[in-house]
């Protein structure tokens, strides 16, 4: 027999930020992180490893930081532990790139190990688990967390804003773990105009957008987007932490009542479709329609901007 398992209602509950910002050197990525960060969270940390440049940032944005001087994982969670503790709201991760490739990273332990004579899989079994671990003390912090991560960069050639070709720097792969940024809710590239494209995002309204130099318009989206649902109700006592508390029917909690409106939005097709939504988003909860009603709008926009398209096109083949 295998061991009991209890299902519950899914619902949408308030949540906590977890961002990855990759970018090239030069792309912004301490400064957006910051700026970010300030604006979801009064108290912000930042763990330091890029030797103290975030200060330049003092004058600009209210935080304190702490510097790591060697990098390895177990010291990012000490960190990450130390900064809950004292009742940090948003904690800021510059860079979490070392953990991987810097000074007593999880590269160097792994050849630290080999150079004894082990093999490089007895090493990686054996320096896996911290990395997981830094992993896990990210994505359950009850505050705020955004990691930065640099890119691998190289050169080749573009086209200017006049279409003359020139020589640009890009980003390509984050210096990490394959595949680590995917552990985040939202993660995104930042170039070296500073703009940032969110390449990956489990909020509808967010994904594949492009913001120019991001700060407070996409703070404010974000604090909307993460205060969404209804708070998770507080076990009762003596039910024991991480313990599965089974519903009755009469208290399981309904979804976010936005949720049908956003899947209209998104297959909304002609203007009548938008028109046929409003009256259900004009319904929605005051909270709700702040963080629904700009992704309406900008729908609103590219059915329009499609139909007055189309209408050319055919005027075009008309004549």
């Given amino acids: 027999m295998g061991s ?3 299902f519950i209602r899914a619902a949408r509950r308030p949540t906590k930020l977890r961002l990855a910002l990759c970018g090239p050197s030069g792309s912004g990525k301490t400064y957006t992180a910051l700026a970010l960060a300030t604006g979801l969270a009064k108290r ?7 030797y103290g440049s975030s200060e330049l940032y003092g004058d600009l ?3 304190d930081r702490c510097v790591l001087e060697t990098f390895g994982p177990e010291g990012y969670v000490g960190a990450i532990h130390t900064a809950e503790q004292a009742g940090y709201e948003a904690i800021v991760i510059d860079s979490l790139s070392h953990a991987w490739m810097g000074r007593g990273g999880t590269l160097e332990q792994v050849d630290h190990v080999t ?7 007895l090493a990686w079994s054996k320096v896996t688990p911290a990395l997981n671990a830094l992993v896990d003390a990210m994505v359950r912090s009850p505050a705020h967390v955004i990691a930065t991560l640099r890119s691998k960069t190289e050169h080749g050639v573009d086209h200017d804003d006049k279409g003359k070709l020139v020589i640009r720097r890009f980003g390509l792969a984050p210096v990490q773990r394959e595949g680590l940024e995917y552990e985040f ?3 995104g590239e930042l170039d070296l105009e500073h703009r940032l494209t969110l390449s990956k995002s489990r909020a509808p309204g967010l994904a594949g957008r492009v913001f ?8 404010g989206e974000l604090t909307a987007w993460l205060a969404l649902g209804t708070p998770r109700p507080v076990p009762p006592s003596g039910t024991g932490l991480g313990q599965a508390i089974p519903w009755s029917p009469g208290a399981q909690p309904e979804p976010s009542v936005s949720q049908p409106v956003l899947a209209r939005i998104e297959a909304a097709r002609t203007p009548a ?12 909860p005051e909270a709700e329609q702040v963080v629904v009603r700009p992704i309406f709008n900008r729908r609103k926009n ?3 901007k499609a139909a007055q398209q189309a209408r050319s096109k055919a005027k075009a083949g008309a004549a």
């Avoid at 912000?44 to 890029?50: K, N, Q, Y």
């Avoid at 479709?273 to 929605?284: F, G, P, R, T, V």
């Fill in 4 to 6: 009991e398992v209890t």
């Fill in 44 to 50: 912000v940390a930042l763990i330091d490893t890029e």
């Fill in 61 to 63: 944005f209210p935080f």
């Fill in 115 to 121: 150079a004894s004579g082990k093999s490089s899989h």
């Fill in 185 to 187: 809710d939202l993660g």
């Fill in 212 to 219: 120019e130099k991001p700060g407070a318009e996409l703070a």
């Fill in 273 to 284: 479709d938008l028109n046929s939504i409003l009256k259900a988003l004009q319904a929605l």
């Fill in 302 to 304: 590219e059915v329009l």
